[in-house]
Structures are given as structure tokens and as C-alpha cells.
């Protein structure tokens, strides 16, 4: 079974702290993707990051950067520097792609809220 | 931004009525999907669609119906609508990636559904 576990409900910080949000997941799949997506109090779901599990290089986009460790099933996200704007809900979420005849079907966390204070 | 819409954005119904949310695409991506997004419980899959005619059923897909008769759109049908049915809907396009590896899911704005 897949499970994606996103063990902070909420964080707290105030602007230009840096914070960091974690992942854990779990799957038998050999071959599998990993994602972030961004939900602002606004509503929509804004697509961050994907990484597939043959890929364990560390990313950086501008203040955002993600680590991948296979060996401790982790993806976690990192925001360097806040700002009032990071303030939103970080979902992670896992796939295991075509190969389990799941269809590519996401498995989300639970979330983590991100409330960035001035 | 994918092209994607939901209507309606925002529904207010009667518990044991039919409503049907329409999810449209621009992109021509075979794959749609549809989620539902519950407080403590994140997005969890209703019902998604491989093709024209072609579905099969999420973790959550008791109490709902889809179908796909176009490319573009994907219906998803409450048949008698329950208070538990409450909740923000969400549709997702994805595209199948030359090697059949997962390709981002790229989700519409919602469609906040009230049953009373």
C-alpha cells in the first residue's frame, strides 16, 4: 500500500525565518514520483515540484529547495527566508506511475499549513 | 496555466437530489481525474478516466458516477446527493510522458459543493 505522511499539521514562523516541511512516504513500487503542490487561501492547487525515485539529486528554485533520501523514504521541502506570501497549504504527494495499474493516481498527505508572520 | 475549468464553482443542494459537475480541458490530455478535498483527510481520488469511455474508481468512489464521452470532458455525477457528499471538488489532467512514466497532474480551480 502507499502512504504519504506529513507529520505537521501546522508551522508557524515569522518572515525571512527559514522552515522546513517534511515528507514521508511509503510504497513498494520499485519505480515511483514524488510531488509538491501549493494550495493558497485562495483555493487552486499550484504544482511545485516532481522528482521520480531514480532521481535522488538534491533541487533548488530560487528560495525553495527539496531533499530526496531514498533511505529514509523522505522529500522534504525547504523554504529559505519566508516570506508573507509562502503562507499557504503544502501537500506531498506520491505516484507510482503506470507500472502498478494505478494510473498514475496521486496518494496526497494530509498537508502541512504555513503561516508566515511579518 | 493548464487549461483547465470546473462548473459549477460553487453549488448549494438539497440532500437526495442529482448534481453533476463538469470538469472541460484544453490540453487534449488523455488522462482526467477527480478529487475530493476534506479537512484532515487532503485530496483523496473519486473516479478518474484513462480515455474516451474509459474509467475506473478511486479510494473514495461509492455514492458517485463519471463519464467521458469527449476527450475534453469529464462528468462527475452525485445520484441522490448526502450531507457526507459535502465538500471541495477538484479535477486533474495529466498526460501519459513518452517512456508511460507519470506526468504532473495539473489540477482546475474546485467546485465547493454544499449539501444540505
Known amino acids: 500500500a502507499q502512504k504519504v505522511t506529513q507529520a505537521q499539521t501546522e508551522i508557524s514562523v515569522v518572515e525571512k525565518e527559514d522552515v522546513t516541511l517534511d515528507c514521508v512516504y511509503e510504497t513498494r513500487d520499485t519505480t515511483y514520483y514524488l510531488f509538491w503542490y501549493k494550495q493558497p487561501p485562495s483555493g487552486e492547487l499550484v504544482f511545485l515540484i516532481r522528482r521520480n525515485s531514480f532521481d535522488e539529486q538534491n533541487e533548488i528554485s530560487g528560495r525553495y529547495s527539496w531533499n530526496f533520501q531514498k533511505s529514509t523514504s523522505s522529500f522534504n521541502f525547504t523554504i529559505t527566508a519566508s516570506q508573507v506570501v509562502d503562507s499557504a497549504v503544502y501537500f506531498c504527494?506520491?505516484?507510482?506511475?503506470?507500472?502498478?495499474?494505478?494510473?498514475?493516481?496521486?496518494?496526497f498527505g494530509k498537508g502541512t499549513k504555513l503561516s508566515v508572520k511579518p | 496555466d493548464a487549461g483547465i475549468t470546473q462548473s459549477p464553482r460553487h453549488k448549494v443542494t438539497e440532500t437526495g437530489t442529482p448534481v453533476t459537475l463538469r470538469c472541460h480541458q484544453t490540453e487534449n490530455h488523455r488522462y482526467m481525474y477527480w478529487y475530493r478535498q476534506d479537512p484532515g483527510h487532503g485530496l483523496r481520488l473519486i473516479h478518474y478516466s484513462y480515455g474516451v469511455k474509459d474509467t475506473d474508481k478511486g479510494e473514495v468512489s461509492d455514492g458517485y458516477s463519471v463519464s467521458r464521452s469527449k476527450t475534453e470532458d469529464f462528468l462527475l455525477t452525485l445520484e441522490s446527493a448526502t450531507s457526507s457528499q459535502t465538500s471541495v471538488y477538484f479535477c486533474?489532467?495529466?498526460?501519459?510522458?513518452?517512456?508511460?512514466?507519470?506526468?504532473?497532474?495539473?489540477f482546475g480551480p474546485g467546485t465547493r459543493l454544499t449539501v444540505l
Open positions: 504527494a506520491l505516484s507510482g506511475g503506470y507500472y502498478g495499474g494505478s494510473q498514475g493516481n496521486l496518494i
Open positions: 486533474a489532467i495529466s498526460d501519459l510522458a513518452k517512456e508511460r512514466r507519470t506526468d504532473t497532474q495539473y
